[in-house]
C-alpha cells in the first residue's frame, strides 16, 4: 500500500541551528502534505498545508519564517525549523493525501530535541 | 470548545472486553478518520468515513452525518490494542483537525 517515509526519525541539535525534516510519498504522488506537530500527552496541531509548486499554508500562530515548508516534487516536502531553540523540541509528523482516493497517509514522525 | 472532542480521555480495560471511543465534532466534514498512535509516536489511519459503518478485523468505526458523531469500536479487545486513537476530520479545504485522543490501556 501507499507508504510516506519521514526523515529523520529523531534528531538532537544545538540551540540556534536549523534541523530540515523530510516527508516522501513513496508510490504516489501527493499534490498536497501536510506538516503536524505534537506536543507531548496532547494531540497533533497542524501546522501547514504544502501544496507543490506553490507557497504552504500556515495556519494561525505559526511562523512560516521559523518553519520553512518546500514542497519543490509530487513527492517530497520539507519542513526546516530555522535557528532551533529549546521550545521548538517536540514531535513533527507529516502526511500526503493520495488525491484520487482521498487518503491520508502518515509519516512515522520525527522527534526534535533542541539543547 | 475544540472543534472535535473525544470521550473518553482515558480508558482501561481488561483483556476480551468490548470498548467503544467516541468523537464529536461541530463543523462540516467531508471525511472521519479513526488515527491510532503507538508510545513510538508513529500514526496509523485505521479508518476512513464519510458515512455509515466500516469494519476491519475487530475493528469498527461508525458515523452518523446528522448527528456529527462516530465512534470507534474494538471487539474482543488485546493488550497489543493499547495506543492512544485519535479521531480526525477533514475539513473543506482538505486540511485536517485532530481530537485530544483516547488512551487506551488493554491489561492482560
Known amino acids: 500500500g501507499a507508504v510516506v517515509s519521514q526523515h529523520p526519525s529523531r534528531v538532537i541539535c544545538k540551540s540556534g541551528t536549523s534541523v530540515k525534516i523530510e516527508c516522501r510519498s513513496l508510490?504516489?504522488?501527493?499534490?498536497?502534505m501536510f506538516w503536524y506537530r505534537q506536543f507531548p500527552k496532547q494531540s497533533l496541531m497542524l501546522m501547514a498545508t504544502s501544496n507543490e509548486g506553490s507557497k504552504a499554508t500556515y495556519e494561525q500562530g505559526v511562523e512560516k519564517d521559523k518553519f520553512l515548508i518546500n514542497h519543490a516534487s509530487l513527492t517530497l516536502s520539507t519542513l526546516t525549523v530555522t535557528s532551533a531553540h529549546p521550545e521548538d523540541s517536540s514531535f513533527y509528523i507529516c502526511?500526503?493525501?493520495?488525491?484520487?482516493?482521498?487518503?491520508?497517509?502518515f509519516g512515522a514522525g520525527t522527534r526534535l530535541s533542541v539543547l | 470548545k475544540n472543534e472535535v472532542e473525544q470521550s473518553p480521555q482515558n480508558l482501561t480495560a481488561q483483556e476480551g472486553e468490548f470498548i467503544t471511543i467516541n468523537c464529536s465534532y461541530s463543523v462540516g466534514i467531508s471525511a472521519l478518520h479513526w488515527l491510532q498512535q503507538h508510545p513510538g509516536g508513529g500514526i496509523v489511519s485505521l479508518f476512513m468515513?464519510?458515512?455509515g459503518k466500516k469494519k476491519h478485523g475487530r475493528l469498527i468505526a461508525t458515523i452518523n452525518i446528522q448527528e456529527k458523531h462516530s465512534s470507534l469500536h474494538i471487539t474482543a479487545s488485546h493488550p497489543r490494542d493499547s495506543a492512544v486513537y485519535i479521531c480526525a476530520v477533514r475539513g473543506g479545504n482538505n486540511d485536517m483537525r485532530f481530537g485530544a485522543g483516547t488512551r487506551l490501556t488493554v491489561k492482560p
Open positions: 502526511s500526503a493525501n493520495t488525491g484520487s482516493k482521498n487518503i491520508q497517509y
Open positions: 508510490d504516489f504522488q501527493a499534490t498536497t
Open positions: 468515513l464519510s458515512s
